[in-house]
């Protein structure tokens, strides 16, 4: 295999786990827990008596999951990946906030850090190396000679 192969490979993997993570959790928030639910559960009630205006964690909390169902299985095939992995982006800096919000101390090393780095990884490779995607295979398509895919 070439150099160009190994390291398309390479950003499969990572852009397959970290599809496949998202695409996992917004399965199950959606489907099985429920975007009020868990809107419920991990917006509203621990957020309840911050500064943060109850209709906005209702918005964010039932927002996240279909986000990350629907960002988390276009990372995964790869298709408008780079938005995808703006938005999930978003929702870890969200996330983040949050959970330093109420508990200053807390570790955010748990899931947010790992999701961050993976998210980061795929995000920094130049689009036409990502030669396992969807993306990758449009553009190929539609290239101009001499065209710039960034």
Request: charged share 10%; hydrophobic share 55%; no cysteine.
């Amino acid at each position: 295999m070439t150099p160009a192969t190994d390291r398309a490979w390479a950003i499969f993997v990572a852009r397959a786990i970290l599809g496949i993570v998202f695409f996992v959790a917004g399965i199950y928030k959606v489907f099985m827990w429920g975007p009020v639910e868990h809107a419920r559960d991990l917006f509203v009630v621990p957020y309840a008596a911050t500064f943060l205006p109850v209709w906005s964690l209702w918005a964010t909390g039932t927002a996240v999951p279909v986000l990350e169902l629907i960002t988390g299985g276009l990372v995964l095939i790869g298709l408008w990946t780079r938005p995808s992995l703006f938005v999930l982006g978003g929702i870890l800096i969200l996330v983040a906030f949050g959970h330093l919000l109420i508990q200053p101390s807390t570790s955010i090393n748990s899931f947010i850090l790992p999701r961050s780095a993976l998210l980061l990884i795929v995000l920094l490779v130049p689009r036409d190396a990502d030669r396992l995607s969807l993306d990758y295979l449009l553009w190929s398509r539609k290239r101009v000679p001499g065209s710039n895919p960034a």
